[in-house]
């Protein structure tokens, strides 16, 4: 089952969206990373049995302030 987790992360610097993406990428069953929002403060993440919670966490610790925005089941495509 694949999720789809958007999260708004206080990033302040250039250097904080790298530190974020790369906490990100390195977690567990994700898929894809990307930024969204107006200053790029939105973190979109789709992977499948990702944990939003330990993701959350992680991210608090090492980058700054994470809210969860939305989570919700991405529908399987069919190529």
């Known amino acids: 089952m694949q999720q789809k987790i958007v999260m708004k992360v206080h990033m302040s ?5 790298t530190k974020a993406l790369k906490v990100v990428a390195a977690a567990k069953g994700v898929n894809f990373v990307g930024l969204s929002g107006e200053s790029k403060d939105m973190l979109v993440v789709i992977g499948d049995g990702v944990d939003a919670v330990k993701l959350t966490n992680s991210l608090r610790k090492k980058v700054g302030q994470t809210d969860i925005i939305s989570f919700a089941e991405v529908k399987a495509r069919l190529d």
């Open 13 to 17: 610097c250039p250097k904080c969206r």
